[in-house]
């Protein structure tokens, strides 16, 4: 049977509770453990798809469809282990299915309650599908003293005692701050935090005390005193430089050797190599290059969080670092603005949605294609190189997406009906908004010998969807006249999936998310050459 290890967090949110649940996943699997990595999120949206990414971030895409919170990125990132829909539930889901069951009857007579119903959906999501693998990491989204994360945090402790001897265990990870005008590190923050869990039940076995600076050894023993954990198990999650080295000094305060113990178990020390090498890329690079993201929520970067990630892992695959602009497109709409493109090594105009900002992001295809700088469309950056070409190499002034309203040229088009494996999907135009994008993998077929099934070396590959509008196939011949190349179709060839210009030094667009699949130990083939096209544009000037 899997144990479990349940992670919290207190005193502030942002404190990377993700992050420190993905570090210590990949921490257990270097030690030869299978992991899982599972997030309950206490709000009532029933997934983040609906969620403006100012409020939530990025919506990171499951194989199987899911929009999820972006936590399951960092758990793909650092474990390589795909997330599934069953990897993330949040309260307005637990709630569906509640009252979808009471409905039908199923509790007739009963009263339904928050314990034990409940409680009982949390716990049996918790431990669903989860026998064959050693550890499953559970993160509770919010902080501890939230309203809205006590049925989960009740639930939590309900397992404690469900499940066999030493098959749970409790880490919560707190703040501890420097306070400049008492040049002191603070304990207090933790000592209330653990408080408040442990009225609520929870005895934490491992407290991860995220600081700035060595905390000392006294302030550890006033922790584990006032929080009634053993000394060694308060361990100090120091700031690093990179993400990426967050396993390496983890590794280096015990803190896996602490959960193990914890559950009385003992593995040989963990191969880190993957991640040393990484560290050492990172920290000793032999160029830069400066990419600009062109979109529309660049004030927020974590709107953008896989993207980024997948920009530096080209890095990395090339030894050189990548420096990002962001660039809202809305500036690109004056005339003069454009010239600032000129000292970037590549574009990249990411996924979107409506027409805010799309002639910008339409102008800044353009320059790209004009003045041979690498272009990357993903998604929406796809469509808009697309819509670019039309309008000015196809003589289609009018070109457009039905996206942004009607239109006599649309380009892009709204899709009700495609084909997944053998079935067929269908959507109708006045239906629901959230969870019915094609949504998830889908294959796609790649022209022999065209740049992109060089890049994969491969003409059959598998990417994630997030989008309602596709490239409309009766555009295709028009648009191959002028020298652009669908070299990626679904399989029935209805869909194009890939555009590139072969005469040009690298412009690829593509209807998926590839950055959601890369790993930094497993860059992204599209992203490595990217990267290395910027790096030979940064040669040139
Ligand atoms: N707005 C576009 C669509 O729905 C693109 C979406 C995206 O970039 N993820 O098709």
Known sequence: MARFIFITGGVVSSLGKGLASAALGALLQARGFSVRLRKLDPYLNVDPGTMSPYQHGECYV??????????????????????????????????????TKERRGDYLGGTVQVIPHVTDAIKEFVLADTDDTDFVLVEIGGTVGDIESLPFLEAIRQLGNDLPMHHAVY???????????????????????????????IQPNVILCRCDREVPE??????????????????????????????????????????????????????????????????QPEGEVTIAIVGKYTGLKDAYKSLAEALYHGGIANNVKVNIEWLESETFEKADAIAHLEEVDAILVPGGFGYRGVEGKIAAANFARNHRVPYFGICFG????????????AALPHASSTEFGPTDEPVVGLM???????????????????????????????????????????????????????????????????????????????????VEIPDHPWFIGVQFHPELKSKPFDPHPLFASFIKAALDQSRLV
């Open 62 to 99: 499951t194989d199987d469809g899911a929009e999820t919170d972006l936590d399951l990125g960092h758990y793909e990132r650092f474990t390589g282990v795909p997330s599934r829909r069953s990897d993330n539930v949040t309260t307005g889901r637990i709630y569906q299915t509640i009252l």
């Open 171 to 201: 880490v919560h990870l707190t703040l501890v701050p420097y306070i400049p005008s008492a040049g002191e590190l603070k304990t207090k923050p933790t000592q209330h935090s653990v408080k408040e869990l442990r009225s609520i039940g």
């Open 218 to 283: 006294g302030e550890r023993r006033k922790i584990a005193l006032f929080c009634n954990v053993r000394p060694e198990n308060v361990i100090q999650a120091l700031d690093v430089g990179s993400i990426y080295e967050v396993p390496i000094s983890y590794h280096a305060e015990k803190f896996d050797d602490r959960i193990l113990d914890a559950f009385g178990l003992s593995a040989p020390p963990p191969d880190l190599s993957r991640w040393h090498e990484i560290h050492r890329r990172w920290t």
């Open 382 to 393: 796809m469509q808009i190189a697309v819509i670019e070409a039309a309008r000015n190499l």
């Open 416 to 498: 009700t009906e495609w084909v997944r494996g053998n079935q067929r999907e269908t959507r109708s135009q006045d239906g629901d908004l959230g969870g019915t994008m094609r949504l998830g993998a889908y294959d796609a077929s790649l022209k022999p010998h065209s740049r992109v099934a060089e890049i994969y070396g491969t003409t059959a590959i598998s990417e994630r969807h997030r989008h309602r509008y596709e490239v409309n196939i009766n555009y295709v011949p028009k648009l191959e006249a002028q020298g652009l190349v669908f070299s990626g179709l679904s399989p029935d060839g209805q869909l194009p999936e890939i």
